[in-house]
């Protein structure tokens, strides 16, 4: 029996946690634990033209509020500022233009919780990657096991730029003035790679 990898819910998350669902069939997305601030829950890093940009979307939220409950701030217009962020980091890349369309689509869709965008974000991008492990959802926070692979507290922005050789490089159309950059939000990797992506995504090692 495979471990079980209990990850959070992130928004347009970053290469590793792809990595992890392409490895392993039982994966677990956990959404009864609590929101916490300046993490990939809301967050996301893409390459613009200045280097990386850390996004974040705007949630109402009390203390210790579980994900579940966490609800988008819809006053303000930062999906119209995120796809334009997007939109100019990469339409100049192989990809973009094969699939921006349907992605914004499923972006701008109407959602009150910041779960269910995750989600229909996650399930979205794991089609266009060809990724056919199946993840499932909890709703009650779950407490590991000692078998258990828990990146709930691993995987985060301040951890994104400090692996090294962990990820191979490809052509990122920026490199030339920032150097390549690691482990960003898996549209850098979908934009730049497309159908090779996948590949990319099995070739990492981890554990």
Not at 5 to 34: M, Q, R
Not at 135 to 142: K, P
Not at 175 to 180: P, R, S, T
Request: charged content about 20%.
């Amino acid at each position: 029996m495979s471990k079980q990898i209990i990850l959070s819910s992130h928004y347009f998350p970053c290469i590793a946690y792809f990595a992890y669902l392409v490895k392993y069939p039982n994966v677990i997305i956990d959404t009864g634990e609590h929101f916490l601030k300046q993490s990939y829950r809301n967050r996301c890093v893409i390459y613009t033209s200045n280097g990386p940009l850390a996004m974040s979307i705007p949630v109402i939220k009390k203390s210790k509020t579980p994900m579940k409950d966490v609800l988008i701030d819809s006053k303000e217009d930062w999906k119209t500022n995120h796809w334009r962020a997007i939109s100019s980091a990469y339409n100049s890349s192989p990809f973009f233009e094969f699939y921006c369309d349907d992605l914004k689509q499923v972006l701008f869709k109407d959602y009150s919780g910041l779960t269910n965008m995750n989600t229909a974000l996650l399930q979205h991008i794991c089609y266009e990657l060809g990724i056919t492990n199946r993840f499932q959802t909890n709703e009650t926070y779950i407490t590991a096991k000692n078998s258990d692979l828990d990146l709930r507290s691993s995987l985060n922005p301040k951890k994104a730029f400090t692996e090294s050789d962990s990820y191979p490089r490809y052509i990122q159309i920026f490199e030339a003035k920032h150097g390549f950059q690691r482990n960003l939000s898996v549209l850098d990797l979908l934009f730049h790679e497309g159908p090779e992506a996948l590949n990319y995504l099995k070739s990492l090692n981890v554990e």
